[in-house]
């Protein structure tokens, strides 16, 4: 006995076990965080394989395991019929819509962080601060006016009005500016003035500067930027389903809210595959490019 | 630094430039819709069929994911006879996105597959046009067809009719219960044999439940005695329904009932045999079916008020008011689908009893005429618009009784009183005598039901006083209304809507009122 | 040295070059495009949006002429986009919350009226009319009528009299089975699908304009009908022709004195009305307390809890070299991955009291389960738990790279100094973490405060308050109230009138916490000093 506790009492002194332990422990600690964070995933997985569809009875190994779900979502199933259902479409314009808003946005913000980070004017911190303020305001309850105003535009420029993608790319580049300008303007002021001025002092102009010099050096921001704003269009349900009429110009989100009404419960298992299809592209996207994203968030806000 | 802006302008430019472009390419495609119209004039009437090449317009309509495929199957017929192209467009929320969208010009001509207790608000904004059946009007359910109307006028065309049903598992039980306490002492007894989890499956709190509701008394709204609902007259805390939401929280005690009283998942238990009742509708027929639990449907067990009923609903079809095609919308409804083909295919994929008669009257379901013997008695689901107050309440009122918050008698009279404020009038009670004189004694205007510088007070006497008010000389009109509106309003000798009471003022004196609610007399005191 | 004083916003030296002349030939175009654009709106009727697209039109030509809008051009694109799609629908809200935009006033006053001018009415002695379509090469209409009374048949064209007509006459074809002519000179008869096809034929009116005129009406009816509503713009009265009652506009409704009202109403300005309803009606206020208390505390767990786990888990699985650190890290951003909408979903179904997952799981392995749907307390813990779950990985990805950045400089001082593991946590690490992410934090903070998503779809905002005067649940916040009062079917029916008019008052009170917060965290300061 005594020998077990001198031998342990050594061990624990040792500092080398003391950090085995604690490695142990935080491994203990990740297997319960990786189970509470993958669970309700697993669960996706599991309902979208169970034939027999209901919340009710599902297990996570499903006792009725099968495809019958991707059929249907495929239009495979021929007993059961959504009438017009392209979930392909709905896909390709999500990854449209959000690759064009995000491309779009990220240049309109990136652009215009120059002017703020580099340039000195009147007007620099309201601009900055309103650009805060206005994203504060509860866009759900302003969804009406959206909703009047694109469909007026459309009445005299129809490709830019309701049911268009050009329209909704619209609404959404009106927020790119907000919180995404501090993250790129943060950033960008930890990149040393002494290289643009020395650039200026050799002949080069603002936007030389900008492009040459200033872009490179801000990759991990525009990814980061890009990412998420990637993924809050791709994700964005209210703004879409009111702007878009035609099951033909859903997007995937609107498209998968289709399951969810009406029988639910019916279709439960379709909406489960659905929305795991649909969650791969984003997942294969971070994965891709975690590394960039941590490094690009925590600069802007740090602020050298 | 010039560069970049030229840059920048390009871009814009471009992007603006785009936007023209694309109206421009749009532009020639639309020129067609109106010619077209025109243009077929020289064929002859025969045969148009093969001749109509590009569609001389559209008719959009709006439908659900069971019927939307059904529709599809009309679109070649329906452009070689008509050379209007039918576009047939999937909508999971059909009556909001056609409140939203209907208003701007973007709506669909015909919304298929709407309630007709949402009907009422509809024509009330404006949005949906009158039907004429024609003679087509003979081939539908005359009970249908009325709750279609409003004013006199019909504003929808309906497709099927469906009601709640009371269901057993054949397995474990043989004879239906007759009574509520059948159905306790049926379930308790395979609940000790442990066969079963609970006594009942129980889907909802308040739609679904209101086959008890009845059976104990209780009642939604009252009707007057044209049989009209009356919006003042709401059951939601009549003692039958207090009797109803006791039973319940009871067995939810006892452990007879579950305590989730969701859908699908109570489905969920009769299906697997855990429950051997439910009360379901027409829409799940399907999945029992597919569940293979053996099941036979029956009537609503009886309570202390009799046996229950059902709310009933009618599935109806719209036509937009803004609808540019209302005619050619109407002759589709009428020739394409009020024909046998489509309303039997519209039966047999909603699974709900035909509002059309040649197909009803061909219905051989057992499962679906049990339906109709459940449904009998149905009252139609009230379509005022006070309804829409009263959901959220009486649903949460329900909740909190049975999860133990309230007891019931507390939850359902608080429920009650929050519908009676929302029904919208906090003027509730108010006497007025709106007139011509108003605006002179501190009203807004004249003729305001609602100005409280001329509501009358209940004096002593029993009767209502307002006044004296100081009016100068004239000739002058008044009325009595209730509760700060119009609704209900009195006349010259007391007559319901009749003409105004006139009165004159030799010079400027004062003016007394006082009103009789017995007789509904107004008496006009002039000094 | 130019080009040193553009950074400073100064002017530039003007030249003149290709880039220049492009340029003015750009914004010309730009110009005529805009003005284009102004015209057709206000000829469409759109005041607002001509307004609103001047101002940025008149901006551009300012920004791109004048020198001092220089760094204003950097800018132009994105300010655009934010005043046509963000600015200006806030305006637009404003001006709602002015009127009674909703059910019963969801048009336009121009909508509205052109509806009433068309209602039609068939005065007593006025007949009704079987109808049959012939239609000339020219595109002219013929109407073969049938009286539904008395059998009696005419023809009627546009702007000819009606006239009494028998199959057979001169220029009319012989009678089919039916009794209709098969054929009328210089026409050919029409199926009714044929005649209804075309979307003119209701409007067109049959015989002498003020004589007798014929309308089709119906599918399968045409009649005498008369107009029934003359509107009078000088007055903005309508009056019935029928009886002659005449209809004031009252707040959106045409009305008479006595309280007839034509359907539909149209939207009108209603003043102050939905702000003072607001403050007085009882079945708004009831619940406010709860719920604003709710709201405050909603986000302030949510903020803490995830980055509390953010943080924990940055700073466990930080360290160089750490066993299977990178799938430990991948793993933990699965929830980031799938979109919030989905996943919210998913959650609802896991936390259902009776049948789901997580209750089936806890009754089988501690024998009780708490009622996350019914129990006040449960359902905001189901929804911290939820929202946790949502939030953590953005937290530990940002914490993660903050914590990189922190000098290790400063650690070694510290270590030198004999500071313990918790003293350097507390004293250190946090303060510099909290300087850096703090501003995220409150984003973070202010998206959670009207996180609409979370609360409407995982539990509706349920479980009800008992003995609040209107549909409101524990976990509800405003911005969820708000939706269910004015949007939602179960409510009041549509206002968008009162939605806008809270939604106004919630703006001011997040704007206000926003103010608050980021003077609180210096972060203006740092606007204004950090160059």
Request: aromatic share 12%; proline share 5%.
């Amino acid at each position: 006995m005594s020998n077990i506790a001198q031998t342990y009492k050594r061990l624990r002194s040792s500092q080398k076990f003391q950090k085995r332990f604690g490695v142990a422990i935080r491994l203990i600690i990740a297997v319960i965080l990786i189970a509470f964070s993958i669970f309700p995933v697993l669960w996706i997985v599991s309902a979208s394989f169970d034939n027999a569809n209901s919340l009710a009875t599902q297990s996570l190994i499903p006792a009725n395991a099968g495809i019958k779900n991707y059929q249907r979502l495929f239009n495979l199933d021929p007993n059961f019929s959504f009438g017009e259902l392209n979930y392909w479409t709905w896909l390709w314009n999500s990854i449209k819509v959000s690759g064009i808003n995000t491309v779009l946005g990220v240049s309109i913000t990136t652009i215009a962080a120059y002017a703020f980070s580099r340039l000195r004017f009147k007007g620099r911190v309201p601009i900055l601060k309103s650009l805060l303020l206005i994203q504060v305001f509860p866009n759900l309850l302003a969804l009406v006016a959206v909703f009047t105003l694109v469909s007026s535009i459309g009445n005299i420029v129809p490709a830019l009005g309701l049911n268009t993608h050009t329209g909704l790319i619209m609404v959404y580049l009106g927020g790119s500016m907000g919180m995404n300008i501090w993250l790129v303007k943060g950033y960008m002021d930890t990149i040393p003035r002494d290289i643009d001025e020395s650039a200026h002092v050799d002949g080069a102009n603002d936007w030389q500067v900008f492009t040459k010099l200033i872009l490179p050096l801000m990759r991990p921001i525009l990814v980061t930027i890009g990412i998420l704003s990637f993924i809050g269009t791709y994700g964005d349900f209210l703004m879409a389903r009111v702007l878009l009429n035609d099951s033909s110009k859903y997007t995937l989100m609107v498209g998968l809210q289709l399951f969810t009404a009406g029988q639910f419960d019916k279709k439960w298992g379709v909406f489960a595959a659905g929305a795991l299809i649909g969650a791969l592209p984003i997942m294969l996207l971070y994965f891709l490019l975690q590394d960039q994203i941590v490094g690009g968030l925590t600069r802007g806000a740090v602020k050298g | 630094m010039k560069k970049s802006f030229t840059l920048l302008a390009v871009f814009l430019i471009a992007s603006l430039l785009l936007g023209a472009c694309a109206q421009a390419t749009e532009a020639p495609t639309e020129v067609p819709t109106e010619a077209p119209t025109e243009a077929p004039t020289e064929e002859p009437t025969e045969a148009p069929t093969e001749e109509v090449v590009e569609p001389a317009g559209k008719l959009v309509v709006w439908a659900d994911d069971t019927r939307a495929p059904i529709l599809d199957t009309l679109k070649e017929d329906f452009l070689a006879q008509t050379g209007v192209e039918l576009e047939v467009v999937l909508k999971s929320a059909l009556r909001d996105d056609f409140q939203l969208y209907a208003p701007v010009g973007e709506g669909p001509d015909i919304l298929f597959g709407i309630p007709h207790d949402q009907v009422a608000t509809m024509v009330a904004n404006g949005l949906i046009a009158s039907v004429d059946l024609g003679n087509k009007a003979q081939d539908f359910v005359q009970s249908a067809l009325d709750a279609c109307i409003y004013d006199g006028v019909l504003y929808c065309m309906p497709y099927a009719t469906e009601n709640l049903a009371f269901f057993y598992n054949t397995e474990l039980v043989e004879e239906p219960p007759a009574t509520w306490d059948d159905v306790v002492t049926i379930g308790e007894a395979l609940k000790e044999e442990e066969k079963v989890d609970y006594i009942m499956s129980v889907t909802g709190t308040t739609y679904d439940l209101y086959p008890l509701f009845t059976a104990f008394g209780g009642y939604i709204f009252g009707k007057d005695a044209n049989g009209n609902w009356n919006d003042q007259d709401l059951g939601v805390d009549s003692p039958g329904m207090i009797a109803a939401v006791e039973w319940l929280v009871g067995n939810v005690e006892k452990g007879n009932l579950p305590t989730d009283w969701d859908w699908a998942n109570n489905h969920a238990l009769f299906e697997t045999g855990k429950t051997p009742f439910i009360m379901a509708g027409p829409w799940a027929l399907d999945r029992i079916r597919e569940s293979g639990i053996p099941y036979a449907i029956t009537n609503f067990p009886a309570g202390p008020a009799g046996e229950g009923y059902p709310f009933s609903g009618v599935q109806t079809i719209l036509i937009n008011a803004q609808s540019e095609n209302k005619l050619l919308a109407e002759t589709f409804l009428i020739d394409y689908v009020a024909t046998e083909e489509i309303m039997t295919a519209l039966y047999e994929k909603g699974q709900r009893p035909s509002a059309y008669l040649p197909v009803l009257e061909k219905l051989d379901d057992p499962d679906l005429l049990a339906f109709g013997e459940a449904g009998r008695n149905a009252t139609p689901m009230p379509a005022i618009p006070a309804m829409g107050s009263v959901w959220t309440s009486w649903d949460s009122a329900v909740v909190l009784a049975r999860d133990g918050k309230m007891t019931p008698e507390e939850a359902l009279k608080d429920a009650g009183e929050k519908i009676r404020n929302l029904i919208a009038n906090p003027l509730y009670g108010m006497v007025n005598v709106p007139g011509s004189y108003q605006s002179q004694v501190g009203c807004d205007g004249d003729w305001l039901p609602e100005c409280a510088a001329t509501a009358m007070a209940k004096g002593e006497d029993g009767k209502w006083h307002s006044g004296p008010f100081e009016l100068k000389a004239g000739d002058y009109e008044v009325k009595v209304a209730l509760d700060g509106s119009w609704t209900v309003n009195y006349g010259s000798d007391g007559k319901q809507d009749g003409p105004n009471y006139t009165f004159t003022l030799e010079s400027d004196g004062t003016v007394e009122f006082i009103y009789d609610e017995d007789t509904h007399m107004l008496e006009i005191v002039i000094e | 040295m130019a080009i040193a004083d553009s950074s400073e916003g100064k002017p530039v030296p003007k030249k003149f070059s290709l880039t220049t002349v492009l340029w003015k030939i750009l914004i010309l175009a730009f110009d005529a495009l805009g003005i284009w654009f102004i015209v057709q709106a206000i000829s469409l009727g759109y005041v607002e949006l001509a307004i609103i697209v001047g101002i940025i039109v008149v901006g551009f030509n300012i920004i791109f002429t004048l020198d001092k809008g220089y760094p204003f051009r950097w800018m132009a694109l994105g300010l655009a986009f934010l005043v046509m799609f963000n600015i200006y629908p806030i305006f637009f809200t404003m001006y709602i919350s002015f009127t009674n935009y909703g059910d019963g006033h969801l048009l336009t006053k121009k909508q509205a009226l052109a509806q009433i001018q068309k209602v039609t009415y068939l005065p007593e002695d006025a007949k009704t009319y079987s109808w049959t379509a012939y239609r000339s090469p020219e595109g002219n209409y013929a109407l073969w009528l049938v009286d539904n009374a008395d059998g009696q048949t005419y023809l009627a064209k546009p702007g000819e009299e009606i006239v009494p007509a028998q199959p057979g006459d001169p220029g009319i074809g012989e009678a089919d089975t039916k009794g209709i002519p098969v054929s009328l000179e210089g026409y050919t008869r029409l199926t009714t699908l044929q005649a209804v096809a075309n979307k003119e034929l209701s409007n067109i009116m049959f015989g002498i304009e003020g004589e007798k005129t014929v309308q089709v009406r119906t599918s399968n009816e045409a009649a005498e009908l008369k107009l029934r509503f003359v509107y009078d713009e000088a007055t903005d009265t309508v009056i019935d022709q029928s009886n002659g009652d005449i209809y004031f506009n009252k707040e959106g409704t045409f009305t008479t004195k006595d309280g007839k009202t034509i359907s539909p109403g149209f939207r009108a300005m209603v003043g102050w009305k939905n702000f003072q309803e607001v403050f007085n009606s009882p079945a708004l206020r009831g619940p406010l307390i709860t719920m604003l208390i709710w709201n405050f505390i909603f986000p302030t767990l949510s903020v803490l809890t995830t980055f509390a786990l953010g943080l924990a888990i940055s700073i466990m699985y930080n360290e160089e070299g750490f066993p299977l650190k990178k799938p430990i890290r991948t793993l933990l951003l699965i929830p980031y991955t799938i979109p919030s909408v989905i996943s919210i979903l998913i959650w609802r179904g896991m936390f259902n009291t009776e049948f789901g997952v997580i209750n089936r799981m806890l009754i089988d392995i501690i024998g009780v389960a708490p009622r996350w749907t019914s129990e006040p307390f449960w359902a905001r813990t189901a929804v911290i738990i939820v929202n946790l779950w949502l939030g953590f990985p953005y937290m530990m990805l940002i914490t993660s790279g903050a914590l990189q950045s922190i000098p290790s400089e400063i650690y070694e001082a510290a270590e030198v100094d004999g500071a313990s593991g918790w003293q350097r946590f507390w004293k250190i690490t946090l303060p510099l973490l909290l300087v850096s992410v703090g501003p995220l934090l409150i984003a973070s903070y202010i998206f959670n405060f009207n996180n609409f998503n979370l609360i409407y779809l995982l539990l509706g905002g349920g479980p009800p308050i008992p003995g609040a005067a209107t549909q409101a649940g524990y976990t509800d916040i405003l911005i969820s109230y708000i939706y269910n009062l004015a949007f939602a079917p179960g409510g009041r029916g549509v206002r968008y009138g009162l939605a806008s008019a809270m939604s106004m008052m919630l703006f001011i009170i997040v704007g206000a916490i926003t103010l608050f917060q980021y003077r609180f965290t210096n972060m203006w300061e740092e606007v204004s000093e950090n160059v």
